[in-house]
């Protein structure tokens, strides 16, 4: 399973670039024009990156990055921008920026950052006596090897990564080839037998992984 990234970049030309180059290099990337799109993906999909350009529509990169943590979103981000006064800058870490490249660059530099950024996160996550790793997919428990499928492996990610919080019915049936509220418990079932994990279900609004 590859690292994703959410691209913010209203400069088509740009975009395009460096959209490429991170899929060339093994990334998964959405990318989008406007920051009110963004924000709607941080709602819809699960990210290791992100990667803001400040000046864009609709809703600006400081602001999104702000909300986003405002919403105990922690996810690492870079600015990308041609402001380049200090005072931006320290702007932008003052909201919880972990990089900020000033525009114009060369987009190997970025892609540069982008995997010196990605390679300090956590290879394996824990929840109890349960190891999975993102990168490959493989699910350990006791040191033995579970088991899982494609839906079962894309429900766990999105839980590991959030864990304790309520996710969306809707999100969650992204995982499934035949979409339907009783076709995603019976998967949470079947995922709960094999790795021990114990899910609530919020009645009407989604599922949570309790404790790890």
């Given amino acids: ?20 180059l991170l899929e060339e290099s093994g990334y998964d990337v959405d990318w989008v024009q406007e920051g009110g799109e963004a924000a709607d993906k941080t709602f819809d999909e699960t990210y290791d990156l992100y990667i803001f350009d400040i000046n864009v529509p609709e809703i600006d990169g400081f602001d999104l990055l702000e909300s986003l943590r ?26 919880g920026a972990d990089d900020y490249i000033k525009k114009p660059f060369f987009p190997e530099e970025l892609l540069i950052r982008v995997n010196a950024k990605l390679s300090k996160l956590p290879s394996t996550v824990r929840c109890g006596e349960l190891e999975f790793d993102p990168a490959t997919g493989t699910v350990k428990k006791e040191g033995s ?3 899982l499928g494609e839906v079962q492996i894309c429900l766990l990610k999105h839980f590991l990564q959030n864990p304790g919080q309520v996710l969306d019915r809707e999100i969650l049936m992204e995982c499934l080839e035949h979409p339907s509220p009783a076709a995603l418990r019976v998967a949470i079932n079947k995922l709960k037998e094999k790795t021990g994990l114990e899910f609530k279900n919020i009645r009407g609004v989604g599922y949570a992984l309790e404790r790890c």
């Fill in 145 to 147: 090897i579970v088991a």
């Fill in 1 to 20: 399973m590859s690292r994703k990234i959410l691209l913010l970049e209203d400069d088509r030309a740009l975009g395009e670039t460096l959209q490429e």
């Fill in 70 to 95: 405002n919403a105990d979103d922690a996810t690492p981000a870079i600015f990308i921008s041609a402001l380049v006064d200090l005072k931006t800058i320290a702007k932008g870490f003052e909201l």
